[in-house]
């Protein structure tokens, strides 16, 4: 079956340092990718996507990920985290009018 | 310009009541799509719409029924509630089956089944 898998369930990172999570893909075609950031009791806000071009891509709050097809990843990166990056991260494919999640991975921020 | 609102926001069922959640939108879209989230699990697709008067089934359609009278507006509903459909769920919505369209999720709501 065509999907994302999020290997990481939860990452801890000191405050400054940079992050990266990652995310791969099983997908026949170019696939359509996805991250998502949840905030704690909060709905699912769109990090960035990629359909196709440039392999990185820049998306808001500082965050960037690269798409690889020879690693089937699509790995999310931040240079410099900071408190308010404390969320859940999800990757997700587009397929067949719909999104295919990925597990999540947990990101803890310690000061 | 509200986008995607969810209705209620939190709610507790005994086994074996019945409920309906609300999904509007008010940006014109043409799909939409309800998720379940659990803990683990990502979110899972439950049914989806592709415009109004149309639905289908997702990746978890069991115990769940839709409907879409209204484009802005996606009802699930639950008509015999079970301890395993306790989660938090998602709405979200779309403008067209272009895959470079993106998905805007609501609020979500809690659902918790004694």
């Known amino acids: 079956a065509q999907s994302v898998t999020q290997p990481d369930i939860h990452i801890t990172v000191s405050e400054g340092a940079s992050l990266e999570l990652r995310c791969n893909y099983s997908?026949?075609?170019?696939?359509?990718l996805f991250w998502y950031v949840q905030s704690p009791g909060q709905g699912l806000q769109l990090l960035l996507k990629?359909?196709?071009?440039?392999?990185l891509v820049q998306g808001i709050k500082g965050f960037e990920a690269e798409f690889k097809r020879s690693q089937s990843s699509f790995n999310l990166r931040k240079p410099s985290v900071h408190w308010s990056d404390a969320a859940e991260y999800f990757c997700a494919g587009f397929n067949d009018y719909k999104l295919s999640f990925g597990a999540g991975t947990t990101v803890t921020v310690r000061a | 310009n509200a986008g995607v609102t969810q209705t209620p926001k939190f709610r507790v069922l005994k086994t074996g009541q019945s409920m309906t959640l609300l999904c509007a939108q008010d940006?014109?879209?043409?799909?939409m799509y309800w998720y379940r989230q659990d803990p683990g699990m990502g979110l899972r697709l439950i049914h989806y719409?592709?415009?109004?008067?149309?639905?289908a089934k997702g990746e978890v359609p069991d115990g769940y029924n839709v409907s879409r009278l209204k484009k802005q507006n996606f009802l699930l509903g639950l008509e015999s509630a079970a301890p395993s459909q306790t989660s938090v769920y998602f709405c979200a919505s779309s403008y067209s089956y272009q895959t470079e369209e993106t998905q805007y999720f609501g609020p979500g709501t809690r659902l918790l089944v004694l």
């Open positions: 940006m014109n879209h043409e799909y």
């Open positions: 990629y359909f196709s071009g440039d392999t």
């Open positions: 997908y026949g075609a170019t696939p359509y």
């Open positions: 719409s592709v415009g109004e008067g149309t639905t």
